[in-house]
Each structure stands twice: as structure tokens, then as C-alpha cells.
Antibody, heavy 122, light 107 residues
Framework: EVLLLESGGGLVQPGGSLRVSCAGS????????MSWVRQAPGKGLEWVSG????????YYGDSVKGRFTISRDNSKNTLYLQMNSLRVEDTAVYYC???????????????WGQGTMVTVSS | DIQMTQSPSSLSASVGDRVTITCRAS??????LNWYQQKPGKAPKVLIY???SLQSGVPSRFSGSESGTDFTLTISGLQPEDFATYYC?????????FGGGTQVEIK
């Protein structure tokens, strides 16, 4: 079974930092593009950051560029999101998601984790 | 950035109804449009990818179509388990963007 399991969420003060992780299993982690998607309470989905399937680099949404860093350790089948200079508006459930196809450019997210809650508050 | 305008934002329908949700891209995205279903407290689930391809395991009452920069999700014969929020997403270019969502409620 293909699974993604996020961890590392919690409460952090504005201006603080937090790293969330996503462990993948049941698939060849190295071969797939991976992304982070967040959802603020009662709001819609927002793509945060990702590695495309082509492995051509890392990409970020406008609202997190320069503050968040995505990385992956293929030896541990794990995706990370380092979040710095956190703001109240970063409060959300953070999901990791796997692309449906290997290689190529971006495509649909066919497997999602259960999400981890990040709360930024003083 | 590519803007995805989804409509309506909510709708009320009865079991058995045919439901249509539309998403309009601010520029050409070819067929790089996906549809997701999300139920409260759960992660999204992909229904349709590449505008009209049905994800494995998804009932055939769900279908997708495109016309230029307009994309449509149709549910033919709404079932009780279909009451949820639906999102479109473009995967043509970074930053990837979602539509604002359509909440399908019971009439």
C-alpha cells in the first residue's frame, strides 16, 4: 500500500521556525515528484512547494518564497519543509502529496498524507 | 501566475441530480487540469486528471471535459457519498494553483 505520513506540526510563535516531515512507503520514492499543500482553517487548498517529476528543481508559491525550503532525503524516503519567519497566516494543515506519474513535468496528486497541523500564534 | 476561477462556490442538489462544476483558467493550460474531492477532516482525493481521465477506483458517474480554457466536472446521478467540496487544480506551470472550491450540499 502506498502511504504518506506527515509529522512535526505544532504551535510556534510568530517569527519562529518549524520543520515538518513526510515519510513515504510502498512506492519508489526517488522516482516521483512530491509537493506540500496547505489548508488554512475553513479555507481552500493552497500549493506551497514542490519537486516536479522531472527533478528539475524546487518550486515555491509566492506567499512562502524566501521563507520556506523544501528538501528530500531519498535514502530515507522522506520529504521535508523547513518553515522560517512564520506568520499567523501560515496557520494551516500541511499535507504532502505524491505525483501520479514518474518523470515529466507536473501532474495530479494521487496520494496524500493525513496532514499535520501548524499553528502560528503568540 | 495562472488564476483558476471556479463556479459556483456552493450548490444545493438532491440525490440523483446531475451536477456541473466549472473552472476557468486565466490562460491556456492545455489539458493540465485535475479535479479533487474533499470531505470534512479528510485529505483531498483525485477524481479526474488531464481534464478527462478518470482516476482508478472512481465511479464512472464522475466525468471531466474541456473547451479551451474552460473545464467542467460533471456528476451524473448524485449519490449521498458525493456531498463534499470539489477543487480544480492546474498543473501546467508553477506555481500550481487551485480553484476556490465548490461545496456540494444536500437540498
Amino acid at each position: 500500500e502506498v502511504l504518506l505520513l506527515e509529522s512535526g506540526g505544532g504551535l510556534v510563535q510568530p517569527g519562529g521556525s518549524l520543520r515538518v516531515s513526510c515519510a513515504g512507503s510502498g512506492f519508489s520514492f526517488t522516482n516521483y515528484g512530491m509537493s506540500w499543500v496547505r489548508q488554512a482553517p475553513g479555507k481552500g487548498l493552497e500549493w506551497v512547494s514542490g519537486f516536479s517529476g522531472s527533478g528539475a528543481g524546487t518550486y515555491y508559491g509566492d506567499s512562502v518564497k524566501g521563507r520556506f525550503t523544501i528538501s528530500r532525503d531519498n535514502s530515507k524516503n522522506t520529504l521535508y519543509l523547513q518553515m522560517n519567519s512564520l506568520r499567523v497566516e501560515d496557520t494551516a494543515v500541511y499535507y504532502c502529496a505524491k505525483e501520479k506519474f514518474t518523470g515529466g513535468a507536473w501532474d495530479a496528486f494521487d496520494v496524500w498524507g493525513q496532514g499535520t497541523m501548524v499553528t502560528v500564534s503568540s | 501566475d495562472i488564476q483558476m476561477t471556479q463556479s459556483p462556490s456552493s450548490l444545493s442538489a438532491s440525490v440523483g441530480d446531475r451536477v456541473t462544476i466549472t473552472c476557468r483558467a486565466s490562460q491556456s493550460i492545455s489539458s493540465n487540469l485535475n479535479w479533487y474531492q474533499q470531505k470534512p477532516g479528510k485529505a483531498p482525493k483525485v477524481l479526474i486528471y488531464f481534464a478527462s481521465s478518470l482516476q482508478s477506483g472512481v465511479p464512472s458517474r464522475f466525468s471531466g471535459s474541456e473547451s479551451g480554457t474552460d473545464f467542467t466536472l460533471t456528476i451524473s446521478g448524485l449519490q449521498p457519498e458525493d456531498f463534499a467540496t470539489y477543487y480544480c487544480q492546474q498543473t501546467y506551470a508553477s506555481p500550481l494553483t487551485f480553484g476556490g472550491g465548490t461545496q456540494v450540499e444536500i437540498k
